[in-house]
């Protein structure tokens, strides 16, 4: 199958000032990341907090733009500057629903204007349009009239979810898009992506740092660190034998309901992350890798293995 959307070695680069000494520097947002994502596919990114995974989301979405490499929809080269039609194709859904989500305002305003904007529903199908919407994401149609405030998190998530839907997407970018939940709503948002995906054939990318829920989700999982991408593979192969030593350190440091004790705790992973500021000539895990060699330092590692499977590590085996 041919990618749907491609990102191909794109960089995000910020030119920030330094906080003690106000010195011009450039800050590493994204830092060559090549993925693919097939038509009705689910793709997992996953890593620490500041790896770049927010940043990827709004490169896709075409928030942000790319200070170098280019993404393909479908084949063809897109920048930020896209037609009505390519914007609407390429849906987000932000973490906090608060934020994303006008207070002043009812659903049923919102998705209207939205629906207008596209010209997807005649005046006379509005109504079913709209009560179509709270049907797919499992909502009353009374919450048409509400605003917000008078919704529940899990509501108000679903809600954006139907926003998103609103102007018929083919692919869905969820950003931490359960992380501002309590543990039922998010299965119950989780619950429905599944099923829309399975209903209405949507392409997701779904951006967490919880490993369950791209474990139970996604088809595949990519690993970002400090910016890059340093495992990708099928989920249930890179959950059962990760080739990467963070990606192994990410799955030791997981909750597991199913120990007991603190003596079976592994332990969390030593040192602090690279710096988006850092200048980077090896392999950006190399302060913090156990296996790690002198040979690590000198350059960055090339991917190894299959083109299903594949890690930048020196000591991945496949």
Not at 119 to 129: C, E, F, K, N, Q
Not at 180 to 196: K, M, W, Y
Request: aromatic share 2%; hydrophobic share 40%; with cysteine.
């Amino acid at each position: 199958m041919s990618a749907l959307i491609e990102l191909d070695d794109i960089e995000v680069h910020f030119d920030v000032k330094t906080r003690r000494s106000g010195t011009p520097a450039t800050l590493r947002a994204v830092d060559g990341v090549s993925l693919a994502v097939e038509r009705s596919q689910c793709l997992g990114v996953v890593g620490e907090s500041g790896c770049g995974k927010s940043t990827l989301a709004c490169v896709l979405v075409g928030l942000t733009a790319p200070t170098a490499g280019r993404v393909r929809y479908d084949g063809r080269e897109i920048g930020v500057d896209r037609s009505k039609d390519l914007r609407r194709r390429v849906q987000m859904v932000f973490q906090d629903p608060v934020a994303s989500l006008n207070p002043r305002r009812r659903v049923r305003s919102v998705l209207t204007e939205l629906i207008d904007c596209h010209d997807l529903v005649p005046d006379a199908g509005m109504t079913s349009a709209l009560n179509s919407l709270m049907d797919m994401v499992n909502l009353p149609r009374r919450v048409l009239d509400a605003r917000p405030r008078e919704l529940s998190g899990g509501q108000r998530q679903r809600v954006a979810i139907a926003r998103a839907l609103a102007v018929q997407p083919e692919i869905l970018v969820a950003d931490e898009a359960v992380s501002a939940l309590d543990v039922s709503a998010q299965a119950t948002v989780v619950n429905l992506l599944a099923d829309l995906r399975a209903e209405l054939g949507l392409t997701i990318v779904f951006i967490s740092h919880d490993l369950g829920i791209i474990r139970t989700l996604c088809d595949r999982v990519a690993v970002m660190y400090a910016g890059r991408v340093v495992e990708e593979g099928p989920a249930d192969t890179v959950f059962a034998s990760a080739q990467h030593p963070y990606t192994r350190a990410l799955l030791r440091a997981a909750p597991d309901l199913g120990r007991r004790g603190t003596g079976s705790r592994s332990p969390a992973l030593e040192g602090e992350p690279s710096g988006a500021l850092d200048v980077i000539t090896g392999c950006p895990f190399v302060s913090r890798c156990p296996e790690a060699e002198a040979i690590c330092s000198a350059a960055p590692p090339a991917y190894v293995g299959d083109g299903t499977h594949r890690t930048a590590c020196i000591h991945a085996a496949h």
